[in-house]
């Protein structure tokens, strides 16, 4: 397996990491206990502490001193992370036949900032954009959507809709215009070629291999929500791209626990 690519930040592989195996001993690592893991990432240990210090600024750490120094996952990172678990491990793509939710959005001037939230939220939730002020996303995802935007208080600002694509036009074109494939394509692309398969010798490689594969894959469901076949190009690389991080963390995960245990 290729080396992390530059574009994955130290910080990505700690949450990766805290999402893995801190939350099932209720969400606290030690300093000591992630230096040691992100080492077997070569990540040395001025990087770990300098991203540890950005996760907390942004609000995903928090520092809590039990026998030693530790950080534990905040009430918000652990949402995001339970948000994230159903779209990065599961399998299933929407169909035509679930229909299609719209969100439309008005924010007053005064609330800019509540209007960039939004649209970051619903970008990162992996929505299109119809028009200006109107978004799209299969209609499986409407019960995410409902809690993040009552997690973040900004339901009072918002609309969701169920609907159906009546006419007019080809909604493969369309497709094409509310979310950008080819750049998408290209990410899948790069994923497959970074994983190729290998069977790593020790658990510790296998524990290194299953965070980059991890961390390299979830960005990915939320780019692609997953959109229906039926709208989608012939032999969709994202279904190889599946194909290929479900396979590897059947092989990896258990082995990746195993030394993550080890090191605590």
Same mark, same amino acid.
């Given at each position: !397996?290729?080396?992390?690519?530059? $574009?994955?930040?130290?910080?990505?592989?700690?949450?990766?990491?805290?999402?893995?195996? /801190?939350?099932?001993?209720?969400?606290? !690592? %030690?300093? *000591?206990? #992630?230096?040691? &893991?992100? =080492?077997?990432?070569?990540?040395?240990?001025? =990087?770990?502490?300098?991203? #540890?210090?950005?996760?907390?600024?942004?609000? !995903?750490?928090?520092?809590?001193?039990?026998?030693?120094?530790?950080?534990?996952?905040?009430?918000? =990172?652990?949402?995001?992370?339970?948000?994230?678990?159903? @779209?990065?491990?599961?399998?299933?793509?929407?169909?035509? *036949?679930?229909?299609?939710?719209?969100?439309?959005?008005?924010?007053?001037?005064?609330?800019?900032?509540?209007?960039?939230?939004?649209?970051?939220?619903?970008? @990162?939730?992996?929505?299109?954009?119809? $028009?200006?002020?109107?978004?799209?996303?299969? /209609?499986?995802?409407?019960?995410?959507?409902?809690?993040?935007?009552?997690? &973040?208080?900004? *339901?009072?600002?918002?609309?969701?809709?169920? %609907?159906?694509?009546?006419?007019?036009?080809?909604?493969?074109?369309? #497709?094409?215009?509310?979310?950008?494939?080819?750049?998408?394509?290209?990410?899948?692309?790069?994923?497959?070629?970074?994983?190729?398969?290998?069977?790593?010798?020790?658990?510790?490689?296998?524990?290194?291999?299953?965070?980059?594969?991890?961390?390299?894959?979830?960005?990915?469901?939320?780019?692609?929500?997953?959109?229906?076949?039926?709208?989608?190009?012939?032999?969709?690389?994202?279904?190889? /791209?599946?194909?290929?991080?479900?396979?590897?963390?059947?092989?990896?995960?258990?082995? =990746?626990?195993?030394?993550?245990? !080890?090191?605590?």
């Amino acid at each position: !397996m290729t080396a992390v690519p530059e $574009t994955v930040q130290p910080r990505h592989l700690i949450v990766t990491v805290y999402g893995l195996y /801190a939350r099932e001993t209720g969400g606290w !690592m %030690s300093v *000591a206990r #992630i230096i040691s &893991l992100l =080492a077997d990432l070569n990540v040395d240990e001025p =990087a770990v502490r300098s991203s #540890i210090s950005r996760l907390k600024r942004r609000g !995903m750490l928090e520092p809590v001193r039990k026998s030693v120094a530790g950080y534990q996952l905040s009430t918000e =990172a652990e949402a995001i992370l339970r948000e994230g678990d159903h @779209r990065i491990f599961q399998r299933d793509r929407a169909t035509l *036949a679930d229909g299609w939710l719209l969100a439309v959005f008005s924010v007053p001037e005064s609330e800019r900032y509540k209007r960039h939230l939004l649209r970051t939220q619903l970008t @990162r939730l992996g929505f299109g954009t119809t $028009t200006p002020g109107v978004w799209i996303a299969p /209609a499986n995802l409407r019960d995410t959507t409902e809690d993040m935007l009552r997690r &973040l208080d900004l *339901a009072r600002y918002a609309d969701l809709f169920h %609907s159906d694509h009546l006419a007019f036009g080809d909604l493969r074109t369309k #497709i094409r215009l509310w979310w950008d494939l080819d750049q998408l394509e290209r990410l899948y692309e790069d994923f497959v070629r970074a994983h190729s398969r290998r069977r790593p010798r020790t658990d510790r490689e296998a524990f290194a291999d299953y965070v980059r594969l991890l961390t390299d894959w979830r960005r990915l469901p939320y780019l692609d929500p997953g959109l229906p076949k039926e709208v989608l190009p012939p032999r969709w690389i994202g279904i190889r /791209a599946a194909d290929t991080f479900f396979t590897l963390q059947a092989q990896l995960a258990e082995r =990746a626990k195993r030394h993550a245990v !080890m090191t605590s």
